[in-house]
DNA sequence: GGCCGTTTCGTTTTT
DNA sequence: CGAAACGGCC
């Protein structure tokens, strides 16, 4: 293989030549920052570096599989040797080889986000804390905090500037629950996101033998989206990189947009003082998009005050001016937009995949989807609700985490009496409370239940401990699918699914199918090495995104978070919901910083589109259950108006629905705000659970009866989450609405 | 313990 | 609005 630079302009030829000694590569939006990284990889490997040699960070894991896909591409079966992925997927890679040292179990679980949050409400609990005050989420955001600061809950305790801090935010326990849910993790054999990180660096600090056998193996380091690192991340590549100093990172200030999570730009300050001997390459041509889009762009990312002197430049054709959505509702902005992607696939001979809508937050996908069903437009939706945040999988992967680690709480908790086996929350919290007291593990009691209780629970208790007990003997001659579809039908779960024939049911029952097949295929593949149900999970712990048979056809609009977007680019681009409060979010404008990162957010938004870029907002829009009236986003003034086209494209000014004033902007107001009494009750939203086995007659538009409310008008009907609960919304008198128990309704044909 | 209805609460992005 | 916590009752 003789590789090809010729088609590379001198500064990528630059960056991907200069191998030995520090690098840092700032590329601009849509300037081949990709191409460099692959390109570079693959003259390393034609340089006869051995790929086992190379570590390749991203950030998502969309990015770190589009690099694998376009590098093996490139130099073929080699690629697969190359430790390429995300820096939370290499190190718990790392940390389970390496787990001993840390005295964690090799096959710890890996806690989500919800786990944490219901273990630190255990805690709070327990500590008999108000939970008011300390809010599982706050909490878990300040440990958050300290951990990519690297803060441990040692130093956090003892540190009065810390102290200081919670006192004045009315958290003086603040470091107590850090202390307790870091022990509790531990105890439980898991570690959460953070950890994955924070442990690495333990393990570098205090472990040098270690250290030293990775600073040497891994000869070449490449960070890509540099400008989304945080401290912990950053130390772990610094140390990594020590002996050989052959570190290329790339990114682009400009897109910055992870700072929630601790990323700093001045990491790229800081590298610039930690490597003296740094060379520098700017990429600032952009291969992507139209002259207009180019501009735009850098019309509104001078708005922002920190940033690094860049100038991004294009010689592509001018283009269209960028279209400017104005509509008078959020239901009508996505008519619009759907519209207008149908037109464009009409006269320009586009197809779906050529288009992508991009949003602010997930929770604004619905009306698009809506729109596009309507006008028979295919799209997938990335991220949002994800495969494996369903209840059935959760239920299936708590039950193998804890097949796999028994001393693993939160999969404890949520399978113990799952199916109904008469263990209550009450009985819970009293072992917890019996583990804690006696230092041992919930399993040490669990499984010799007879010398702590005796009686119903106890035997209900007994049969579960030895159903897991009868796992254990499995995963010792069994591979992981066959474990996993043991377990999965003798801990009862496939059958209780097997048996509500709902239609929800149904496609549970097929999701846990679809897991298990997934299991399969991991055993099934020969490039998995290590085929235990253990890595498995620890895979599927750091996957956000689930391939199904829907992502396969390639040709569909694409939905995603502008978050999820970066690195993609899509010949069409649409932003919807340019609308102030909204994007900027109200909840990021605390700051100036703040104000910069959303706005670097829109920068990454407008520089992912090739040809057209149409940005929409809605004069009025449902949120949080209210219709609000909008002004539109700050950001559109501050685009330079002489590549807008504002295609005024709304309807007549009464379409618009008047926007109403409700309860919510009284309160804020000042005003008090009555409840409406519902027969003498002060019943303001009642709402009842119901079982979609009953059929399902119910259709927007009937009069129905209810015992208690009186008569009314079914306005919407829908199934709730994943559990066997429904809504009904009816609409009372014309005006109220109301969420009435389905059981009790009578339907009036 | 578990069902059922009621109340509260968070409402952003990802690993 | 929707998820999850809460609380009363069998």
């Known amino acids: 293989m003789r590789l090809k630079l010729d088609s590379l302009n001198e500064p990528q030829r630059e960056a991907v030549l200069h191998t030995e000694g520090p690098l840092m590569v700032i590329a601009g939006a849509g300037s081949g920052k990709t191409r460099v990284l692959i390109y570079r990889i693959a003259h390393l490997i034609e340089q006869s570096t051995d790929p086992f040699r190379i570590m390749a960070l991203t950030f998502t894991n969309k990015a770190a599989n589009e690099m694998r896909q376009r590098i093996e591409k490139m130099i073929g079966n080699e690629a697969r040797n190359i430790w390429m992925g995300t820096f939370h997927s290499i190190f718990s890679r790392i940390l389970r080889f390496e787990a001993e040292r840390l005295n964690y179990p090799s096959n710890f679980t890996i806690y989500d986000t919800d786990d944490s949050k219901s273990l630190l409400r255990s805690i709070i609990r327990e500590a008999a804390l108000d939970d008011k005050v300390y809010k599982p989420n706050v909490v878990l955001g300040r440990i958050s905090m300290a951990k990519n600061r690297l803060i441990s809950w040692q130093t956090y305790i003892n540190d009065p500037f810390y102290r200081a801090d919670d006192e004045v935010a009315g958290r003086p326990e603040m470091g107590r629950l850090y202390k307790l849910y870091q022990q509790r993790c531990f105890k439980s054999g898991a570690m959460d996101f953070d950890d994955l990180l924070f442990n690495t660096n333990v393990l570098f600090r205090d472990h040098p033998d270690v250290l030293h056998k990775y600073q040497h193996r891994f000869r070449y380091l490449l960070v890509d989206e540099f400008q989304d690192t945080n401290v912990s991340q950053y130390l772990i590549t610094k140390k990594l990189a020590a002996v050989h100093r052959n570190l290329c990172v790339v990114g682009d200030d400009a897109q910055s947009i992870y700072a929630f999570r601790g990323a700093d730009i001045q990491n790229i300050l800081n590298f610039e003082k930690d490597y003296p001997e740094l060379k520098t390459v700017r990429l600032e041509q952009n291969y992507r998009s139209t002259r207009n889009i180019v501009e735009v762009a850098n019309s509104l990312i001078k708005h922002n005050d920190r940033q690094l002197r860049k100038e991004v430049w294009t010689d592509n054709e001018q283009g269209d001016q960028i279209e400017l959505i104005k509509a008078s509702s959020d239901a009508e902005e996505a008519r619009l937009v ?154 009862g779960l496939l059958k209780e699914l097997y048996e509500d024939k709902t239609p929800e049911g149904i496609s549970r029952y097929e999701n846990v199918q679809e897991l298990l097949n997934a299991i399969k295929e991991f055993v099934d593949n020969p490039e998995n090495e290590d085929k235990t149900l253990g890595t498995f999970l620890q895979t599927v712990s750091l996957l956000t995104s689930w391939e199904d048979d829907q992502n396969k056809d390639p040709d569909r609009v694409t939905l995603m978070t502008i978050h999820s977007a970066k690195g993609l680019e899509f010949r069409n681009v649409y932003v919807v919901g340019m609308e102030e409060d909204l994007f900027p979010s109200q909840m990021m404008l ?35 259950g209210n219709i609000r009236s909008c002004e539109p986003s700050r950001f559109l003034q501050e685009l330079d108006g002489q590549y807008l086209k504002v295609t005024r494209r709304f309807r007549t000014e009464e379409a618009a629905p008047r926007p109403t004033r409700f309860a919510a902007q009284f309160k804020r107001a000042g005003a008090p705000v009555k409840r409406i009494p519902v027969n003498g009750k002060s019943a303001h939203q009642p709402s009842a659970n119901f079982r979609p086995s009953d059929p399902m007659r119910l259709k927007a538009g009937m009069t129905v009866e209810h015992p208690k409310f009186g008569f009314g008008t079914v306005s919407a009907v829908e199934v709730q989450g994943n559990d066997r609960k429904a809504r009904i919304n009816f609409q009372q008198h014309g005006e109220k609405t109301l969420l009435l128990s389905f059981a009790k309704l009578m339907i009036h044909e």
């Open 338 to 491: 759907a519209t207008s992607i149908f037109e464009d696939k009409m006269n320009g001979a586009l197809r779906n995949q050529d288009f992508a809508i991009l949003y602010r937050t997930n929770a604004q996908s619905r009306n698009v989807e809506e729109a596009l069903r309507k006008m028979n437009i295919k799209y997938r939706i990335v991220g949002g609700l994800s495969f494996y945040q369903r209840k059935e999988i959760k239920d299936l992967l708590a039950y193998l985490r804890f097949v796999v680690n028994h001393n693993d709480e939160e999969a404890l908790k949520r399978i113990i009496n799952l199916p109904k086996r008469g263990i209550g929350d009450t009985t819970i919290a009293k072992l917890i409370v019996m583990a804690n007291e006696n230092d041992v593990s919930l399993w040490d009691i669990i499984g010799n239940i007879y010398t702590a209780m005796s009686g119903r629970t106890a035997n209900s208790i007994d049969a579960f401990a030895n159903l897991i007990k009868s796992f254990d003997l499995a995963m010792q001659t069994k591979n992981a699918f066959e474990v996993a579809s043991q377990v999965a039908r003798e801990s």
């Open 590 to 624: 605390n700051s100036r910083e703040d104000l910069e990162e959303e706005r670097r957010l829109f920068y990454v938004a407008i520089t992912r589109a090739e040809k057209k870029l149409t940005l929409s907002y809605a004069l009025s829009r449902y949120r949080f």
